[in-house]
């Protein structure tokens, strides 16, 4: 599970699932091929590693994995709303 202080943004237009390694303490992080991030200021954050988690949805209980790329400057959890689905979770929004 993401750590207990971990506040995640689901993000329909974010291109992949990303955190901290602060984000999934107890994990092991693995190697990546994946290049990093481009942010909105055009500089680049360096990607780490990544990490499969187990994740849990609050509001009806079911369960399942989501894998994200670990980027240890991002300040805040990021589930893209692809990655997630792309992973066989269904993801409801709304008011």
Do not use: M
């Not at 329909?12 to 990303?18: E, L």
């Not at 055009?42 to 990607?47: D, E, L, Q, T, V």
């Not at 849990?56 to 709303?81: C, H, M």
Request: aromatic share 4%.
């Amino acid at each position: 599970n993401l750590g207990a202080r971990a506040r995640a943004i689901y993000d329909t237009g974010a291109g992949r699932s990303s955190c901290g390694a602060k984000d999934v303490p107890g994990y092991r992080i693995e190697p990546t091929d994946h290049p990093g991030f481009t942010v909105a200021d055009g500089n680049s954050i360096p990607a780490d590693g990544k990490v499969t988690v187990a994740i849990k949805d609050r509001q009806i209980g079911t369960e399942g994995t989501l894998t994200f790329i670990v980027a240890n400057k991002l300040t805040r959890p990021i589930i893209a709303g692809g990655d997630s689905a792309d992973a066989g979770n269904v993801g409801i929004t709304g008011k």
